[in-house]
Each structure stands twice: as C-alpha cells, then as structure tokens.
C-alpha cells in the first residue's frame, strides 16, 4: 500500500490525467471544429442580435382575420360521456377477467364485448373508441388466453 501518497496528490494527479483525455480527444475528433470556430471572421460573442425574417403573406394564402371557431360540447354532456367510457371499460376488464377464468372460447368472447358495446351505443362515434379498442387488446394480452385485434375490434364496433 501507498502511504506516501496523499490524497491531494491522488486528486490532483486524476485531474490532470482527466484534462489530459479529454484535450486529447476533443484535439482528435473534434480538430475541424475548433479550427473553425478559432478561424471565424466574425465571433458569436461580437455578432449583432438580427431579428428572424418576416415572410409576406402571398396572394394564395388567406388572411387569417377572425378567431378560429371552437365546437365544444357542454361540460356536463362530456362528463356523462366520459362516465360512459369509464364504465364500460371498467365492464370489459371484469369480462375479460371472467372470460379467462371461466375458459370461454374466442366466440364467446367476442360476442360478449359486442353485447357490452351495443348497451354502450353512446360511446360509438367519439374518438374515445380507439382507446377502448387499445384497452380491450391490452387487457386480453395480460391474460393470453385470447389476442383481439384491433382490426377484428373496429369490426365488432361496425357490427353493433
């Protein structure tokens, strides 16, 4: 063991041993780059702050003058939807789960989410279908009895 050696020494000798590397590859794979800024005429630090280019709008494109229109539906319409959608995915997780420990074979499967997806008709046209789908599959493949598509799903959705 070293005893004459401080720790001083050791950090001092690591340090230089780090700066040393790094001079090294920056000198070796960045040599281009540094020359180039060093050689620049004209120095990031001295350069003038110059404001972006303003495009003009051309004849084709349309002056935007009035405020786009946002269609919302009422508040209380989207939480009663949303309720929906929270029910019946929660319906399909427990019939999925039920369907796997009971052993039901993919018929049976499939016309059970249709039966589910007909009592839920609202949620039919709203993009919280997709989602539905994603979760269906999901849930079928933690179980990996029975792999949906999302294919045969948007099938099922067209079927209702």
């Not at 495009?55 to 919302?72: D, M």
């Not at 539906?73 to 019946?88: D, H, R």
């Not at 046209?125 to 792999?147: D, L, V």
Request: hydrophobic residues 40%.
């Amino acid at each position: 063991m070293a005893t004459h050696l401080s720790w001083t020494g050791y950090f001092l000798a690591v340090g230089a041993a780090v700066v040393i590397y790094y001079v090294t590859i920056s000198i070796r794979y960045y040599r281009r780059d540094i020359r180039a800024l060093l050689n620049s005429k004209s120095r990031f630090w001295e350069r003038p702050e110059k404001p972006p280019p303003i495009s003009k709008p051309h004849a084709s494109q349309p002056e935007e003058t009035a405020e786009p229109v946002e269609v919302k539906k009422q508040p209380c319409q989207n939480e009663a939807l949303f309720a929906k959608v929270e029910e019946l995915s929660s319906q399909l997780r427990t019939s999925i789960r039920e369907a796997y420990q009971k052993g039901y074979e993919k018929r049976d499967l499939i016309f059970l989410i249709q039966i589910l997806i007909k009592d839920f008709s609202a949620v039919k046209g709203t993009p919280f279908r997709e989602a539905i789908n994603n979760m269906t599959t999901s849930e079928s493949a933690k179980c990996g009895f029975i792999n949906l598509s999302a294919v045969g799903l948007e099938e099922l959705w067209k079927e209702v």
